[in-house]
């Protein structure tokens, strides 16, 4: 550890050390900008931060066990387990839905530019489940929907812009971590073993006269 840094450090800088570890530990990810109600991209000081000081901030979260990196094209931060502990267990509906919103970012990247953030409402994200990406054979109640995307909230994965993740008409942004939380190998796979699950309950629930 960096006893120079520590013991050179002003109060209000150690405090934001101490916050931003953990808010890391808590929320995985440290993104670049937050988008506003009103699109409006604003830094963020915490990145800003971590930017300057990675080395310090890597060096102590390495003795938890945690490795910090970074996407600097993307823009984020974020930590991984050495020990694969501490993972966030999915359901079924949960992992369509974060499937889905892979996918929806996916389609939307060539036009993203520089903003990195895909915008969609609940509505349109449950039409892509069941319809478009028929990943679902029918939709999840909205309590689950919200249970979901108030997880992935939490995990800065998306983050909501105007109304509640209950509502069909709720915006919400799609962020650049969605990329690293499901990989491109990991998507054909997971969506293919999905459809199949889904499929034979549908079997079992119509057999055939």
Known sequence: MNIDWISGATQKELDQFKAI???????????KTLCRADKVRVNNPDYIFLS?????VREYLALLDWDLR????????????????????LDKKQTAILLALRMIYDENQERLG???DAICTVRDLLEKV??????????????EVKR??????????????EGKYSQGSC??????????VVSSEKLDAVVSV???????????EDPAD
Do not use: W
């Open 21 to 31: 570890c953990n808010q890391l530990l808590s929320r995985t990810y440290v993104v």
């Open 52 to 56: 300057i000081h990675y080395a310090e």
């Open 70 to 89: 970074k996407d600097d094209f993307n823009g984020y931060f974020y930590v991984v387990n050495t020990d694969e502990a501490n993972r966030c267990q």
């Open 114 to 116: 520089l903003e990195h």
């Open 130 to 143: 069941v319809t478009d990406y028929a990943i679902l054979s029918s939709k999840p109640n909205m309590d």
């Open 148 to 161: 979901a995307l108030t997880l992935f909230d939490n995990h800065c994965v998306i983050q909501r812009l």
């Open 171 to 180: 915006k919400f942004a799609i962020l650049p971590t969605v990329l690293t």
């Open 194 to 204: 999905l459809r199949k699950e889904e499929d034979s309950e549908e079997a079992e």
